[in-house]
C-alpha cells in the first residue's frame, strides 16, 4: 500500500523542553493536579512530561495506581487538538507494556476511545487505532472490541482512512475475527472486507477458517445480491488453502454455491464457479459435484467470457479421474 504520511509535529508554540519530568515517579501525582489546571499550556506540558515517563513501566504501573486513566479518558474529549494528540500518544505508549495494556481493559478506555473515530485530526485517529491495533492481540483486549460494537465501526472505516490507518484496521480486524467471525461477516460488512482485501485477513493473516467460513456460507443466502456475490468471492478465498476447503464442505457449501451459479451477477455466478472449481479438488467435492455437471455446462453459453471459461476449467477439474 502507498502511504500518507500523518505528522505527529506539535504546534510551534509548544515547547516540550519545558516540561517538568525530573522526579520520575514522584512527578505522577504533581503531573495529575496539572492536568486538572485551567491553564491549556500547563495541561499541554503536564501530558507531555507524563508522554515521556510512561515509556519506563513502572511508572505505568504507578499512574494507573493513582488513577490517570480516569483523567486521560476525559481528555480524550478535550476541544483542544494538542490535548488530544498527547493523551493518545500516552495511552499508545501504555498499550505497548503489559500492565498497560491489562490497565486499559480495566478502566474501560477502549469504549471510550470510540469517540476518536470521527476525529478532525490524522494523528489522534492514527494514536487510536494503534492501540486498538495493540489490544486486539490479547484475547482480552479484542473481547473489548467486540463488547463495544467495534468491529462495523472498524470495517465502514476502511473506505475513508488513509493507507497507513487501513493497514493498522485490517490488523486489528484480523486478531478480532480469531475470537468472533460473525460480527465482523454481517450483512453490509462483508462487502467493504471484500473490496478491501479480505484475502489479506484470511490467507495472509492465518486466521482460523473453522471460525469465518460457515459465517460466509451463512452469507451466501442472504436476501441482498451484493452480499451474496461479496460473500462468495470472499469464500473464493477462503478455499485457497486446504484447510478452507474442508472446512466449506464441512459447512455444507455446496448447495448455495450451485444456486449462484445460476445468479444474474456476473460476479457472484464467478465466484462461485471458482469456489467449487477449488472444492471439486477434494475427492468428496467432486463426487457430489459430478451430479451436477449440467449446471456447469449451461454457463459454457454465459454472456461472460470469464464466466464461460471459468465454467470449462470446472468441467474438467470435476470429470478428472486419477490414473
Not at 473506505?159 to 485490517?170: F, H, N, R, S, V
Amino acid at each position: 500500500m502507498a502511504h500518507a504520511r500523518i505528522s505527529a509535529s506539535l504546534p510551534p508554540d509548544i515547547d516540550p523542553t519545558k516540561a517538568p519530568i525530573a522526579f520520575g515517579r514522584r512527578a505522577l501525582p504533581k503531573l495529575r493536579e496539572e492536568l486538572h489546571s485551567p491553564e491549556l499550556l500547563t495541561q499541554q506540558r503536564a501530558l507531555m512530561a507524563l508522554c515521556d515517563l510512561v515509556h519506563d513501566p513502572e511508572n505505568v504501573y504507578q499512574a494507573i495506581e493513582i488513577g490517570f486513566l480516569d483523567n486521560l479518558k476525559t481528555l480524550l474529549l478535550h476541544r483542544d487538538s494538542t490535548v488530544r494528540q498527547k493523551t493518545t500518544e500516552i495511552l499508545c505508549i501504555m498499550a505497548m507494556h503489559n500492565v498497560g495494556r491489562q490497565g486499559l481493559i480495566q478502566n474501560g478506555v477502549i469504549s471510550a476511545l470510540t469517540e476518536l473515530l470521527d476525529d478532525p485530526v490524522d494523528i489522534c485517529r492514527k494514536n487510536t487505532h494503534q492501540i486498538f491495533e495493540m489490544m486486539a492481540k490479547l484475547y482480552e483486549g479484542a473481547v473489548d472490541i467486540l463488547r463495544a460494537g467495534l468491529i462495523p465501526l472498524l470495517v465502514f472505516k476502511l473506505e475513508t482512512e488513509p493507507d497507513e490507518i487501513q493497514e493498522l484496521i485490517l490488523d486489528t480486524l484480523s486478531n478480532s475475527l480469531r475470537v468472533e467471525a460473525s460480527e465482523a461477516l454481517a450483512t453490509g460488512a462483508v462487502i467493504i472486507l471484500k473490496e478491501k482485501n479480505l484475502s489479506i485477513i484470511l490467507k495472509g493473516k492465518g486466521v482460523l477458517c473453522e471460525e469465518v467460513t460457515p459465517a460466509l456460507v451463512s452469507l451466501l443466502e442472504d436476501s441482498d445480491p451484493q452480499v451474496q456475490a461479496s460473500a462468495a468471492g470472499a469464500l473464493m478465498f477462503a478455499t485457497v488453502k486446504p484447510q478452507g476447503r474442508f472446512s466449506a464442505l464441512a459447512a455444507e457449501a455446496i448447495p448455495p454455491l450451485l444456486k449462484l451459479v445460476a445468479e444474474e451477477t456476473i460476479k457472484a455466478r464467478l465466484s462461485a464457479i471458482k469456489t467449487l472449481t477449488m472444492l471439486a479438488e477434494l475427492p468428496e467435492g467432486r463426487k457430489t459435484l459430478l451430479d451436477h455437471i449440467d449446471t456447469f455446462q449451461q454457463c459454457l453459453n454465459d454472456p461472460c467470457e470469464a464466466v464461460k471459461r471459468a465454467a470449462k476449467i470446472a468441467i474438467s477439474v470435476i470429470k478428472w479421474k486419477p490414473c
